[in-house]
């Protein structure tokens, strides 16, 4: 069975600083995408990045970034220059073959002033 | 403005009631979704549709009903057979191949029991 794990329940910086959320994952298959979704307060599902697996090449986006492991299943965000904007639940997804998505619990990412 | 809509934003269900939430899209896509989401959790699948007339059950289908009969609208009804409907629900729609078919969703729906 395909899984997705986040092992930070919750995570906390002060703005400004660069902040790394861990996701790993387990599947068989090897072509697959993976994501990071972002929720802020108001509960809109809203897609920060998106990575091929087949890419080698690690996904950019702005601020947003992403350390893409294969041979580990590891799949991590890392946020620079923080933002009081960037507070949200945080969820990591894996794509099947099915174009299913499989969700991670989140992490709860809270930046203060 | 291209997009997915959900309506409404607040739903209140009575005991034995049915209810049904609206989404719908402008981005052209084949495929959409039903998501449940309960305080604190992540996301589970309750039907999807990857082609009009045609819908799949997912992990949490009973108590639901949908139906797909344009490309546009994937409306779910919450029957009275789901004893615990209380959640907040998303709708998503993909429909690029390329893009590794990234869904993209709605604002969202929250359903209360009264």
């Known amino acids: 069975a395909q899984t997705v794990t986040q092992s930070q329940p919750e995570m906390s910086v002060q703005e400004a600083e660069t902040v790394t959320l861990s996701c790993t994952y387990d599947?068989?298959?090897?072509?697959?995408?993976l994501f990071w979704y972002k929720q802020p307060p108001s509960r809109q599902m809203i897609l920060v990045i998106r990575?091929?697996?087949?890419k080698q090449q690690n996904a950019t986006e702005n601020r947003f970034s992403v350390n893409f492991q294969k041979a580990a299943k590891s799949f991590s965000l890392k946020i620079s220059d923080s933002q009081l904007g960037d507070t949200a639940m945080y969820f990591c997804?894996?794509?099947?073959?099915?174009?299913?998505?499989?969700w991670g619990a989140g992490t709860k990412l809270i930046i203060k002033p | 403005d291209g997009g997915i809509t959900q309506s409404p934003k607040y739903l209140f269900r009575k005991e034995g009631q049915n209810v049904t939430l609206s989404c719908e899209q402008n981005?052209?896509?084949?495929?959409m979704y039903w998501y449940r989401q309960d305080p604190g959790q992540g996301l589970r699948l309750i039907y999807y549709?990857?082609?009009?007339?045609?819908?799949q059950k997912g992990d949490i289908a009973e108590g639901y009903s949908v139906s797909r009969e344009k490309k546009e609208s994937f409306p779910l009804t919450v029957t009275s057979a789901q004893k615990n409907p209380t959640a907040f629900y998303l709708c998503?729609?993909?429909?690029?191949?390329?893009?590794?078919?990234?869904?993209?969703f709605g604002p969202g729906t929250r359903l209360l029991v009264l």
């Open positions: 998503a729609s993909s429909g690029d191949r390329e893009a590794g078919e990234t869904q993209y």
């Open positions: 981005l052209n896509h084949d495929a």
């Open positions: 549709s990857q082609i009009v007339n045609d819908f």
């Open positions: 599947t068989s298959e090897n072509n697959y995408y």
């Open positions: 990575q091929e697996a087949y």
């Open positions: 997804a894996l794509m099947d073959s099915n174009y299913q998505l499989i």
